[in-house]
């Protein structure tokens, strides 16, 4: 098990309790959610240092908290159009590391019922690499819960280890 992946065998998303509240954000058009359990604060955007061979997703790397952190791209992780720099950056604990989430605009928190989420159909079950934990719908819109764990390949983990920057 690796790190970035701290959580037992068949405890696949840490939310899978109706009675977690979910912290949701807008990136594009798309209404996103991640456990608010995980969420360490929100705040604007900071300077991003871009490193070579970086996934496309992530940003580049910020100093948040004295510790580098890489800052990953809600938007691109799921399709949505980037017109405009990221307007809020949502700080993830993952294990002992922390990853930003940029967003366009955090909406709250909220809890779901058990109905209104669900694991994604296995037609789906191998999109992004088990980025999306759960899908639902908020109202009108899809909403997408995505797995903290997994938004930072573990290339980049190991990038930033070799610079001793992790």
Do not use: Y
């Not at 088990?130 to 109202?139: P, Q, S």
């Amino acid at each position: 098990m690796s790190p970035i992946d701290a959580r037992p065998e068949g405890d696949r998303f840490p939310a899978d309790r109706p009675s977690d509240p979910m912290l949701l954000f807008r990136a594009g058009n798309t209404l996103g959610a991640v456990p608010a359990l995980g969420v360490a604060e929100t705040l604007r955007p900071l300077a991003i240092e871009r490193l070579p061979g970086m996934a496309a997703c992530v940003l580049g790397i910020s100093a948040i908290r004295g510790r580098a952190t890489p800052v990953v791209d809600a938007r691109i992780l799921l399709s949505a159009c980037a017109t405009e720099p990221a307007a809020r950056l949502v700080v993830l604990r993952v294990g002992e590391r922390t990853v930003a989430l940029a967003v366009d605009s955090v909406l709250g928190l909220q809890r779901f019922e058990q109905s209104s989420v669900q694991a994604l159909p296995p037609l789906l079950g191998g999109a992004d690499a088990g980025l999306v934990a759960e899908i639902g719908r908020l109202d009108a819109d899809l909403l997408v819960v995505l797995d903290a764990g997994r938004l930072v390949p573990e290339s980049v983990w190991s990038a930033l280890d070799s610079q001793g920057r992790a």
